[in-house]
């Protein structure tokens, strides 16, 4: 083996075996060793006696500056061997006019920048609106990423985004429509921040719309459903009555915390940051609602702080499907008409058709449900800034007169019959607040 000494630096020549590399490490101080026969292979010593294998090029001749690659430290997987080869397959991409370099930069950004999972974290960052942020947020955590990972966005093809849509069960139609959007959306950024050449999602036909639902719930089946709610989790039922009374959204009312709740005032004040829509809305309680809220405080005492319908390990509820099945396995058993197929929004619905059928005015029914179409769109929602809020307590306590209407006629349930004792007992009827 040769040897010279630059400086402080020992540079030698020779076969690198593991026999020569041991020399290598033995030696105190820093050097190179340098393969007599593949040219630029070498063995780097540092000063704390590690190895790093390295290959050292030009690209474009003479007149090209010299670049040296580390191809990685001794030890596993790297051996004289298994670098020997890597810097044989390095050489054949230089020879061919590809830089090393840049394809390891490619492939390192590939898998961390433009790897599925962080991207989709990225283009949720950048996305502008409550509403759109969370329905991406949730299209990618739920949908997306079980399927594609970490998988480099270049890499990805119109066969993974469809086993995107197979994966999700055939009666969420509309929310493939949603997913659809987000994807769509993301591989357009993309493009045009130039990661990626094209959409994998280019020519993909948009799945078809769904119609509108338009189911809501007869007088008869709601009162079915208040009793029964009473017959499954503890959370839940509290829960569906609420949903029931205050025509909220199902998170928002599942997600409630006390601190949003004041009994003296009766009133909900639900922040932007829970709404899906990102608007507050100011919701007042009926009497119902209070005594629904009371019973899960267990008193008229109502705590300051803390999730109203916390699990048994602190965290919120989750438990709809099973929740719901209990309702509608109670239903099936308590000898009425059979209960076509419903949806916990359907209750939301309820109420609309429920206030139209009350003489209600449209705007009020828009403000408590925090509707931002119709009457609060475009220029109408920009100058008509009137809150509505006595009209909003007003429809209330007209719904709660209604609901609780509809549980007279079933005195049979021991909650109902209690809660009528707390009424006569306060001197205020239903319709009061």
Request: hydrophobic share 35%.
């Amino acid at each position: 083996m040769l040897e010279t000494v630059f400086g402080e630096q020992k540079m030698a020549s020779g076969k690198i075996t593991k026999r020569t590399v041991d020399s290598l490490i033995a030696n105190a101080g820093e050097g190179f060793l340098w393969d007599n026969s593949l040219k630029g292979f070498g063995a780097k010593r540092s000063k704390s006696g590690s190895i790093a294998y390295i290959l050292q090029f030009r690209m474009g001749g003479r007149e090209a500056r010299t670049r040296r690659y580390t191809i990685g430290n001794h030890g596993s997987p790297w051996t004289p061997a298994t670098a020997r080869d890597e810097a044989e397959r390095l050489s054949v991409l230089i020879a061919q006019g590809i830089d090393p370099v840049e394809v390891e930069q490619q492939r390192r950004r590939e898998a961390v920048d433009l790897a599925f999972n962080n991207y989709a974290e990225r283009f949720t960052d950048s996305c502008v609106g409550k509403g759109w942020r969370v329905l991406v947020e949730r299209s990618f955590r739920i949908h997306a990423i079980p399927v594609l990972g970490s998988k480099p966005l270049p890499k990805i093809t119109r066969a993974d985004v469809v086993a995107v849509f197979d994966r999700m069960p055939s009666v969420q139609a509309a929310n493939k429509r949603n997913v659809f959007a987000v994807l769509r959306r993301m591989f357009r950024w993309a493009v045009s921040r130039g990661d990626i050449e094209r959409s994998p999602m280019e020519g993909m036909e948009t799945p078809p719309p769904v119609k509108s639902r338009d189911r809501w719930l007869s007088d008869d089946e709601l009162g079915r459903i208040w009793l029964h709610s009473y017959n499954t989790h503890r959370c839940f039922g509290p829960i569906v009555r609420l949903l029931i009374l205050t025509g909220q959204r199902r998170e928002e009312v599942a997600s409630l915390s006390w601190d949003e709740l004041d009994r003296a005032e009766r009133l909900w004040s639900l922040p932007g940051k829970r709404a899906k829509n990102g608007e507050p809305n100011r919701v007042p309680l009926n009497r119902l609602a209070v005594d629904v809220l009371d019973s899960v405080a267990g008193g008229s005492e109502w705590p300051r702080q803390g999730r109203v319908f916390p699990t048994s390990s602190g965290g919120g509820f989750s438990g709809y499907d099973k929740g719901k099945k209990s309702i509608d396995q109670s239903l099936a058993e308590d000898g009425g008409t059979p209960v076509s197929p419903w949806r916990l929004h359907d209750l939301r619905r309820t109420l609309a058709t429920g206030f139209q059928r009350l003489g209600v005015r449209f705007e009020v029914t828009e403000a408590v449900l925090n509707h931002m179409g119709g009457s609060r769109a475009g220029v109408a929602g920009i100058y008509q800034r009137h809150d509505w809020n006595e009209e909003k307590r007003e429809a209330m306590n007209l719904w709660n007169e209604h609901i609780w209407g509809l549980l007279e006629k079933k005195p049979e349930h021991p909650d109902a019959a209690t809660a009528a004792s707390d009424q006569a007992h306060d001197g205020l009827p239903a319709s009061v607040d």
